[in-house]
């Protein structure tokens, strides 16, 4: 049985889950515009990546005999103001639902659920390998600078992670 303070946090982290898999659409639609076929691909597997988390919290809710709680989500941006930018804000968002999963961490542990505590050592894991992967990106685009986006955009795909 779920308590009631991990049901409430869990269900704050579906609306994260469902806000992060929006913005990256958002990025995503925004790309294509451009002409960054590669990059708008990219955010879309990453949208859909995000949609399988939210879903993943859905399920472990309602298996703990909680009740998941779909919200609304909030709008994200619709213009960016270039792709290393665009990389620098998925990486500061990253790093807050890493801040986020700890949190939830931290609560499994002081409430005593092991189910949750064993559970969430998947999204960790997870987050190292997200917060990695983009950084991963931004040092590429570092290293390529603004001249040389078109092999960038080829080639993104390459540098994608493979979580779920």
Do not use: C
Not at 54 to 62: A, G, L
């Amino acid at each position: 049985m779920i308590t009631e303070k991990i049901e409430k946090i869990l269900n704050e982290q579906i609306e994260k889950e469902g806000y992060s898999s929006n913005l990256y659409l958002s990025m995503a639609s925004w790309a294509e515009t451009e002409g960054f076929a590669g990059i708008s691909t990219w955010f879309y597997a990453q949208a859909g990546e995000e949609l399988l988390h939210m879903m993943k919290f859905i399920h472990f809710i309602n298996e703990r005999g909680g009740h998941a709680i779909i919200p609304a989500f909030d709008q994200p941006p619709v213009n960016f103001d270039g792709i290393k930018k665009v990389f620098d804000q998925v990486l500061e968002h990253e790093r807050f639902i890493s801040g986020s999963i700890n949190d939830i961490a931290a609560l499994a542990i002081k409430e005593n659920d092991f189910a949750t505590q064993n559970w969430i050592q998947w999204f960790i894991t997870e987050q190292v390998e997200e917060e990695s992967s983009v950084q991963g990106i931004i040092d590429k685009l570092n290293l390529l600078g603004e001249e040389n986006m078109y092999l960038f955009d080829r080639d993104i795909m390459s540098l994608r992670g493979t979580g779920e």
